[in-house]
């Protein structure tokens, strides 16, 4: 489903397509149809999920379809064009988050010509600036304006944001209270209220400044409350502050997703595309999403790929829309079996059917691995996720594991063994991984730190051999002699042993 589909308007699909926004994710297909009606919503999203734009997209296109003409007079005069604004709060000066000519208007007191309209409340500063930021990038073809306000830095220039005026104010609750008590701004005006991360903001005992805030806010508005979980506080609090809600659900990306069997192989970072290759010879690979750490990567492997007669093309943001949306397109029609993306790229990329996920470059961080996963075995199906280690990468790996609370399953690849890998290599023989990898997890893997020998491995294991590392060594699942258990065995048996680390 497109994003024109959603009856989004034309400065906001620019602007979404701007961004490299392929799909609207779940969260928004469910949300923004009914925002744009003007309904209350209670959502059941995480930060991840595209949470932010299923809100702030509706919300601008409400606000500008509204309260338009009035805009459009506060810009007149002001120069080319006035966009969202963004007063960074700790700089002491006025930020343009969006792009293009930034609109300064003098004289001090336009805000109360031009009222707080919209208020989103958000438990922390990192994710009120990351919402400032969005409606700075998703309205940076409309004449609203926007600034964010929270605690821990001087307050000066987030009240002379608000003096200036703003249509759109995100907040963390206690600056935003502090500010309401010395009277610089006032919320009469709201017409929309969103209450972001309410779970967390309860956990974090924000709990009665949120009750201060919503005393001050007209009983006539709209409400969109999202919360990650729903215990029942919340649900008591959606009850009071809702009405008639739609509600909205999007399951956590689970990372322990039953429905992906995951597995890596420790590779020396020159022999990466080999083994790419190689993996992708596999008959079980019919549909392959590769994802690499830069642009670049991407178009090296995809050129590789297409030198050994593999049909790949690549996504990422260097690429035209209609290039992108062409190669999905492929991808989707099955006419090209391997697509290789940017993690931006692949953002909302809900394709069916995609039997390999493969981790050409360990991502940066261990939720982008959950979401990069999560392309696969969607849906009930199965699917496998395959990383690519090299050495430098152990640290992302160690993340990701922690996250998962589990160990990933390391196999042996049957390439033929590096000329280098070939001489006597007296502390790290096999790869020089293993080793390192033991050292990490020393309990868990001592029993697989003694140095696996690549050329004695190639030799003595025609197919890939899983290394039953840490699942095996604790009773956890054995894949019954198979050839392949991690393929095959262990789906059988339900799901795989974990042994986690720690709880989270
Ligand atoms: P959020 O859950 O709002 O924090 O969004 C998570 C990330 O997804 C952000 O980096 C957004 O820029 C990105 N994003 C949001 N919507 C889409 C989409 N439809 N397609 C691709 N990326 C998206």
Redesign the pocket.
Known sequence: MPFKTLRLIEPLLRAVHA?G?????AI?QQAIPHVLEGRDLLGSAQ???????AFALPILQRLHTAGGAKAEKLAEGSGPKAHTGHAAPAGGHHRQAGHGPRVERGGGHEGARRPIRALILTPTRELAA?IGESFGVYGRHLHLRHTVIYGGVGQGPQAAALRRGVDILVATPGRLLDLLNQRLLTLRDVEIFVLDEADRMLDMGFIHDIRKVIGQIPAQRQTLLFSATMPKEIRAMANQVLTHPVQVSVPAESPAADTVAQALYFIEPARKLELLEHLLEEPGVTRALVFTRTKRGADRVVHRLVHAGVEAEAIHSDKSQNARQKALENFKRNRTRVLVASDIAA??LDVDNISHVINYDMPGDAETYVHRIGRTGRAGAQGKAISLCTREEQGELRQVEKLLGRRITVLNHKLAPAPAAAKPAPKHQAHGHAPARAAAHSTTYSSHSAPRATGAHAKAAPKEQEKKTGQAAHGGHSGGGQKSPFWRGKRRGGRPSSRPHRKH
Request: net charge positive.
């Open positions: 961004e926004y392929t799909l609207p994710t928004q930060t991840g999920t595209g949470k932010t734009a990351q953002r909302g």
